[in-house]
């Protein structure tokens, strides 16, 4: 006999959306915070996206992050964000972080470096990697993410609205713009630094959480053809979503499986971005039973044209 | 056999071996220690290059390198000009790039004027950016002479103490005590000041609006302004303290002083600052603005060392630039010919005699071989024809890309695994089957990057690990449906059809709505954003074929099935 995770469930979905709606509402306000934050430059935006300087390395021996910060000061740095990093292979590693200047651009990292040799003759200071990025390339790339961002969610609009109808096509841009939005606002919460990558994981997500919800669209579209009476219409997506339960959970679970290993094995250089697909694929398994589908009846339930199968 | 199935296996068949075929050489230069490779390039050289081009390359995030993006200032030129001036100046730096001695570079252009210039395996970035980033134009100018250059200065000075109001005409000798001790003190100032930025603030604070009777800077003394800041040194200009640099800048940029300067002559700063007797000084020099002759006429530069053990950079003219260099050197002997690089002085030695084609530039003092050659090649490859700045500077060192792949791999092989178990403990024999198919998805993926020669890079390396755990996804859909069917009752036979017809759709579905979002990230990304897009993309396509078309052959080679084990 096939093992299966879970047996044949009843779970009111729909019934429980005022709650969903509750939950999701303050995620996504959350996002949008982080967004504004983002756009004024007070979150913990990547340097791609800020434009400065950023230098992560090692010391040989052990340096307190004080001396770290006089000897930045000592060359006209003082205002460096300096940062130790524990829980590295190398202890003693820093992460230097200095904004962007419009005059030097981006000749600072080796300033930085000699300046480091400078004071610290003994202690060799091992360079990892250097990002220096000019505040006009910063601005480029946030309005070029924006746009990924917008003709990502008009694709998955027309395109859902193609295979099933406009509906479910608002629905699911809904659903989606409701991740993009938790995961950042996720981040924002955390102060965890929003890369270029973690956008693109973040939009990788939105498409691939959209499986999910096609999956139970699916089945919502398969089962109302099936139904006549009007009693029959919530409970009808109810069982939808119940009778796809496994498949979205297993569908959810390989790639979470893949994620979480990622986050674990795959270095800094992954971290973030792991941590935002991981987040992803949860909120995304979340919205598709909890947004997408509720959305959906909300808007059947109000609207004139009652009850149109799909 | 069911119909069809022929050319299924055959097709799978022809994709394994074709991407395996790809992959060998990758694979076994991966494998080859650096002994081996040594040991490769020397006995057969050629076949080393040819397996060079094969393999696919590493990113520079995994490999260690420099990466940095370049904007071309097209303002000053007209639009004839603008319109080829980015791609001359690619080619430009791609001759000095491949003098640097780097190897496989890439040198692209983005854009309408920027240019993504990439150097794997770059130790010395500092030198590497001076390299690419120099203009190069190289022009010789003649010195105004030393009496006439300090009748300037002393112009200048009157003019603005005249400004500020200090009578000049009561200066009696003990004046000049206090003027020196006005000017310690104007250094003691300086020193205290920590930073440039303070500094710099300072001096803007001080300055009201540019004109005619506006206040000086503080720390400038106000009797002979400029002439106190000026160390004569001779025919080779003046020399200056290095922290009192920008206050003879802010002077010489004043509008009433630009005013006095004649239109024949112009200030030039040297290329380096020296130490004189403990204390950093940079050259000042007042140079005839008529150029006599510039590096357009340079065919060949070299660098060497003078009968003085001093680096230089000789130098040979083509014949036009021999004539004009003969006339200029001929008529100016015993003067000082002043070498400009981008608008500062390298040096300016004294014309000893006529010079017709062949030549030599003095290097300035505090210059080394290494600055010499470096000249050397960018005379060489040629001026670029209109400044650039670095926008972007992008440096990974080697250590981290060692690590980055090591984790990367790891982290790979382990989370497939994990899918692998998953998929074969939870659906059992069929399991295994769409275990088969994730295989198949993983060697056909990397097959397609080989072709490609796409470049590896850890985002593209997530990505195939997202992509495999993203393709199991299908099978997942059809075996459910499959279950679902056989709960209803179905023969299995039926069953499997009906799994696979019915789970098409969604199967597409998602399909479709990644590969939009990976089509978007695609347009809009760089680097190793586009990497990543591009593993996505083709894993996911790919998925289409295996999960669905490989499994199904599978499937489709019993008739019959009396039970099934799913």
Do not use: C
């Not at chain 2, 990644?514 to 089509?519: E, G, M, Q």
């Amino acid at each position: 006999m096939p093992i299966r995770i879970i047996g044949d469930t009843n779970v009111d979905f729909i019934g429980k959306r005022k709650y969903a709606f509750l939950f999701s509402g303050a995620l996504v306000v959350l996002g949008l915070v982080a967004v504004v934050m983002m756009t004024l430059g007070r979150a913990n935006l990547g340097i791609q996206f800020t434009g400065g300087t950023l230098i992560e390395g090692y010391f040989a021996q052990t340096v307190d992050i004080g001396q770290v910060r006089q000897a930045l000061a000592s060359g006209g740095f003082g205002d460096a964000e300096i940062l130790q990093i524990t829980g590295r292979q190398q202890t003693n590693f820093f992460l230097i972080r200095i904004k962007a200047d419009p005059v030097e651009g981006t000749r600072k990292a080796q300033t930085v470096l000699d300046v480091l040799k400078q004071f610290f003759p003994d202690n060799a200071f091992h360079m990892d990697s250097v990002h220096e990025v000019g505040p006009a390339v910063g601005k480029t790339l946030q309005s070029q993410t924006r746009w990924a961002v917008i003709i990502s969610l008009l694709g998955i609009l027309v395109y859902i609205t193609i295979r099933f109808d406009f509906r479910f096509g608002v629905a699911a841009t809904i659903a989606t713009f409701h991740d993009v939005l938790a995961v950042l606002g996720i981040f924002y919460l955390l102060n965890r630094e929003v890369t270029i990558l973690v956008i693109s994981a973040v939009l990788t997500l939105a498409g691939y959480s959209l499986t999910d919800t096609v999956i139970v669209y699916d089945r919502i579209r398969e089962n109302l053809k099936k139904f006549h009476r009007k009693a029959d219409f919530m409970p009808a997506i109810n069982r939808s979503i119940n009778e796809v339960l496994g498949r979205t959970i297993m569908t959810s679970l390989t790639v979470m499986v893949v994620v979480v290993t990622l986050y674990f094995v795959g270095g800094p250089v992954l971290r973030d971005f792991s941590l935002a697909l991981i987040m992803g694929v949860i909120i995304g398994t979340y919205s598709s039973w909890f947004v997408a589908s509720p959305i959906y009846v909300e808007w059947e339930n109000r609207s004139a044209k009652r009850f149109r199968s799909a | 056999m069911a119909r069809g199935q022929t050319w299924k296996i055959g097709l799978t068949a022809f994709l394994l071996l074709g991407s395996l075929w790809y992959l060998y050489p990758s694979a076994s230069l991966w494998q080859m220690s650096s002994a081996a490779r040594d040991e490769m390039a020397q006995n057969d050289p050629k076949g080393w290059i040819d397996l060079q081009k094969k393999v696919m390359k590493l990113g520079l995030d995994l490999k260690g390198g420099m990466r940095v993006v370049l904007q071309v200032d097209r303002s000053k030129l007209n639009p004839d000009e603008a319109k080829d001036a980015v791609d001359r100046a690619k080619e430009i730096l791609r001759n000095r790039v491949d003098q640097f001695g780097v190897t496989e570079p890439v040198i692209q252009v983005q854009g309408q004027d920027r240019i993504v210039v990439e150097l794997p395996g770059i130790s010395d970035v500092a030198r590497a950016q001076e390299l690419i980033g120099r203009t190069a134009q190289l022009e010789f100018k003649l010195t105004e002479s030393p009496e006439q250059a300090q009748l300037l200065v002393d112009r200048i000075d009157r003019s603005l103490e005249a400004a500020a109001g200090v009578d000049t005409a009561a200066e009696t000798p003990p004046k000049t005590d206090t003027a020196k001790s006005e000017k310690k003190d104007v250094l003691e100032e300086l020193f205290k000041s920590d930073t440039a930025r303070k500094r710099a603030e300072s001096l803007q604070t001080a300055q009201t609006i540019p004109d005619t009777g506006a206040v000086l800077p503080p720390q400038i003394p106000k009797e002979k302004p400029l002439s106190s800041l000026l160390e004569p040194a001779g025919a080779m200009g003046w020399t200056v303290l290095k922290d009192e640099v920008p206050l003879v800048q802010n002077i010489l940029s004043r509008p009433d002083v630009m005013k006095l300067i004649p239109p024949d002559v112009a200030f030039a700063w040297g290329t380096r600052s020296q130490f004189m007797g403990g204390t950093q000084v940079e050259r000042l020099h007042l140079l005839k603005r008529q150029v006599e002759m510039s590096g357009k006429y340079l065919t060949d530069a070299k660098p060497s060392f003078d009968q003085f053990r001093k680096p230089i950079v000789s130098f040979q003219l083509t014949r036009e630039g021999g004539r004009i260099f003969a006339r200029v050197t001929g008529a100016n002997i015993k003067k000082p010919l002043a070498i400009v690089l981008d608008g500062r002085v390298e040096s300016a030695p004294e014309i000893q005699s006529r010079i017709q084609d062949r030549g030599q530039i003095t290097m300035g003092t505090g210059s080394s071989y290494e600055d010499a050659n470096d000249l050397s090649i960018v005379l060489r490859a040629g001026a670029l024809p209109a400044p650039v700045t670095i926008i972007e500077n992008n440096v990974v060192g080697p250590s981290l890309g060692q690590d980055s792949i090591h984790r990367g791999v790891t982290a790979s092989i382990i989370g497939t695994l994990i899918v692998f178990l998953i998929i074969a403990f939870y659906y059992q024999l069929s399991g295994l089957i769409a275990d088969f198919a994730l295989l198949l998805n993983a060697v056909f993926l990397l097959g397609v990057m080989a072709v490609l020669h796409a470049t590896v890079t850890m985002p593209g390396i997530a990505g195939v690990v997202l992509t495999l755990g993203i393709s199991v996804d299908s099978n997942v859909l059809i075996f459910e449906r499959i279950r679902e069917e056989m709960r209803a009752g179905k023969t299995v036979r039926h069953a499997i059809d009906a799994g696979y017809a019915r789970a098409l759709a969604a199967i597409i579905d998602s399909h479709v709505t990644t590969l939009i979002t990976a089509l978007a990230l695609f347009i809009f990304g760089t680097g190793p954003v586009k990497g990543f897009a591009v593993t996505l993309f083709w894993g996911v396509s790919i998925s289409l074929y295996t999960a669905v078309v490989v499994t199904r052959a599978v499937f489709d080679f019993r008739k019959t099935y009396q039970t099934l084990s799913i």
